[in-house]
């Protein structure tokens, strides 16, 4: 069975830090990239940072900077550290998964999401 596993939003004024957290398990395959992103009312969801299994990673142009994300293979684990939290970073944050397999010589991926934590920034 599949679970990720959110945990860390929250409220926090402008300025100040959060951690979230996103725990795997059950997932089939090897686990590629583990990554957040956001969503608020009315718009996309969008990615906010992702992170290979080697430890690349790749950030929105509005968190540089200020996000951070970590993880721990072991424990298939991913950490986000956001810090200089500003309002509009407020959003329900979603856990991402990818587990990668080979079929027949093609690269299949599938995708897993947690059931989303909540960020709110007061001003």
Same mark, same amino acid.
């Given at each position: 069975?599949? +679970?990720?596993?959110?945990? %860390? &939003? %929250?409220?926090? +004024?402008? &300025?100040?830090?959060?951690?979230?957290?996103?725990?795997? !398990?059950?997932?089939?395959?090897? *686990?590629?990239?583990?990554?957040?992103? @956001? +969503?608020?009312? %009315?718009?996309? @969801?969008?990615?906010?940072?992702? *992170?290979?299994?080697? &430890?690349?990673?790749?950030?929105?142009?509005? #968190?540089? &900077?200020?996000?951070? *994300? !970590?993880?721990?293979?072991?424990?298939?684990?991913?950490?986000?550290?956001?810090? !200089?939290?500003?309002?509009?970073?407020?959003?329900?944050?979603?856990?991402?998964?990818?587990?990668?397999?080979?079929?027949? %010589? @093609?690269?299949?991926?599938?995708?897993?999401?947690?059931?989303?934590?909540?960020?709110? #920034? !007061?001003?």
């Amino acid at each position: 069975q599949v +679970q990720l596993v959110e945990s %860390g &939003g %929250g409220l926090v +004024q402008a &300025g100040g830090s959060l951690r979230v957290s996103c725990a795997a !398990s059950g997932i089939p395959f090897t *686990i590629n990239v583990m990554g957040w992103y @956001r +969503q608020t009312p %009315g718009k996309q @969801r969008e990615l906010v940072a992702r *992170i290979t299994a080697g &430890g690349s990673t790749n950030y929105a142009d509005s #968190v540089k &900077g200020r996000f951070t *994300i !970590s993880r721990d293979n072991a424990k298939n684990t991913a950490y986000m550290q956001m810090n !200089s939290l500003k309002p509009e970073d407020t959003a329900v944050y979603y856990c991402n998964v990818q587990s990668t397999y080979r079929f027949l %010589g @093609r690269e299949v991926v599938n995708d897993y999401w947690g059931q989303g934590t909540q960020v709110t #920034v !007061s001003s």
